[in-house]
């Protein structure tokens, strides 16, 4: 969850980690993107910004109910 936290600017209420939880077991898209994520991370043990599509970005935030 850190990883998400990150990807939307480092603020991330624990409530939104459990729909975040419950969105991945339900969407195609965001476990791809999360676990090529830990890859990069994996590699890269200093990444200083963690690269996330912006459509990926603005899929998250659309289902966490962030956008503003
Ligand atoms: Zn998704």
Redesign the pocket.
Known sequence: MAQLSNFLDGELDPAYCEKIEQ??A??????I?VDTTKKTIALYHDAPQTEIPPQ?RQ??IE?LGLDK
């Open positions: 969105h991945l339900t969407c195609p898209m965001c476990p993107v990926v899929h998250l289902v």
